[in-house]
């Protein structure tokens, strides 16, 4: 297909490598039926000689496209138009040196870095995402958008649409474990929420058939645009590090589109010879949900230059289904069985030397409880990722000084009941929500402290702490 503008629609499939422009609307390659990828003929368009050249966007906050912390790296995003582009202001995040949840996990001091994304007006990394879908989507004249979502996609599409204006947006959630801070934000914003008989995976099947048969534009992650938002996560942890490059990110795997998207950015900022060289990526599933760790480090499943091995994927699946399992944990932002962003992942493994690990709720829980002592609540998910800082110093892959950034991909207010359970003293309830999940112990809690109504009482108790 000729092509005449520098960005385009790329197959995945080396044995296909099918290119489409952006203007059309496509969540898998007409030709073969793989992922795409949005990518760009380089030598067309003007690319910074280094990465201090964004700095001096800081200077222009007041114009909407530089206080984005996603649309003020447009030139390495550049498939939208500047007047075409739909910004709420997502991406004001920050990056912190946390020196006690280093601690915990055993690194050095000045060593451990906490990314929270938890800032973004919907409380998560995804409207990184949705800003540059919703962008897309507004290119191609699209009218309604519809995702299957565990919490996060569904409030941040819906917060976009309420908030533009542009989109009639419908979402799909499953009637398992769904966290009522980001169901309300759904409701809130005023998308139809259909919630059906089943999970995350169940809904994702059926919202592509929808979209596809109703020609509705579909927001999840097996949409390219959308990774290529969440590319931006990678340049605002350069940024906040004065672009020098960290020695590891970890960040939690559910749908692996952070995972994917964060090779891309790396594998074209080297290309570009904007990095000398690519930081290694820990992806970090829940035991529950632990499909990437163990297609890829128990049946060795590799990308393998863009031809994983399918045989791997359809008996791992095959039997998944035969034996009726379904994914199951506490971080209900990962709880996937059928990550659609597999292959992708796979590819950043690749780029990055990366590796997976799975860690238990418990482990989980624990390692959230000091990101909130350490000033950062952040919903259970994001604490996969400091859970696996620490398992991965005990093995000795990460060492005490290396540089390492955890990617808080939520807020703690997405899902406080969990939070509440954790640190009560209520034996029923800590049972009923956590107990379920294999959490039988909270050593870090923080409990409150009953006391009579007694100013005498109330003093003894302050003066005891």
């Excluded at 791997?312 to 069985?337: C, E, P, V, W």
């Excluded at 829980?365 to 952040?378: E, I, R, W």
């Amino acid at each position: 297909m000729s092509l005449t503008e520098p960005a385009f629609q790329h197959c995945t499939n080396p044995d296909c490598d099918a290119r489409y422009p952006v203007q059309e609307t496509l969540t898998a390659c007409p030709a073969c039926g793989e992922l795409l990828d949005i990518d760009y003929d380089w030598d067309r368009l003007p690319v910074p000689r280094n990465l201090r050249e964004f700095e001096a966007r800081w200077g222009r906050r007041h114009e909407p496209l530089e206080f984005s912390g996603v649309w003020r790296f447009r030139q390495l995003l550049p498939f939208a138009p500047d007047d075409q582009i739909v910004t709420i202001g997502e991406g004001q995040t920050i990056l912190q040196d946390s020196h006690a949840v280093a601690a915990w996990c055993g690194m050095n001091a000045g060593s451990l870095f906490l990314q929270y994304e938890g800032l973004n007006p919907s409380g998560s990394f995804k409207d990184n995402g949705m800003t540059a879908a919703v962008t897309h989507a507004r290119m191609v004249g699209a009218q309604h958008a519809a995702c299957a979502s565990t919490g996060n996609t569904s409030a941040s599409l819906a917060i976009f649409a309420s908030t533009t204006r542009r989109l009639q947006v419908i979402v799909f959630v499953g009637s398992g474990k769904i966290a009522y801070g980001k169901l309300s934000q759904a409701l809130d914003y005023g998308s139809k929420t259909i919630q059906i008989q089943g999970d995350f995976d169940d809904a994702m099947r059926q919202v592509q058939e929808v979209c596809k048969h109703e020609k509705i534009y579909l927001c999840n992650s097996v949409n390219p645009f959308r990774l290529e938002g969440q590319k931006t996560i990678i340049f605002r942890i350069l940024e906040s590090l004065r672009w020098e490059v960290p020695d590891w990110i970890v960040v939690p795997g559910g749908n692996l589109g952070n995972s994917s998207a964060f090779g891309k950015a790396l594998a074209e900022l080297k290309k570009l010879g904007l990095i000398n060289r690519v930081p290694r990526l820990a992806i970090i599933n829940a035991a529950g949900a632990n499909t990437l760790w163990q297609l890829h480090e128990q049946h060795n499943l590799r990308w393998n230059a863009g031809r994983p091995d399918r045989a791997i994927i359809q008996k791992f699946y095959g039997a998944m289904d035969a034996a009726g399992h379904r994914a199951s944990t506490l971080a209900t932002a990962i709880q996937i069985n059928r990550p659609v962003n597999l292959k992708k992942a796979l590819r950043a493994l690749d780029v990055t030397d990366g590796i997976v690990r799975q860690v238990s709720d418990q482990e989980i829980l624990d390692a959230k409880a000091q990101v909130g002592a350490g000033g950062f609540g952040c919903e259970p998910a994001s604490a996969a990722s400091v859970a696996g800082v620490r398992l991965l110093r005990n093995e000795g892959v990460i060492a005490p000084s290396d540089r390492v950034v955890c990617v808080l991909t939520g807020h703690q207010l997405k899902d406080p009941t969990t939070t509440v359970a954790y640190h009560a003293r209520d034996p029923e309830q800590f049972e009923r929500v956590l107990g379920s999940q294999g959490v039988h112990a909270a050593p870090y809690a923080n409990s409150p402290i009953a006391v009579a109504n007694d100013l005498g009482q109330i003093m003894d108790v302050i003066r005891r702490s």
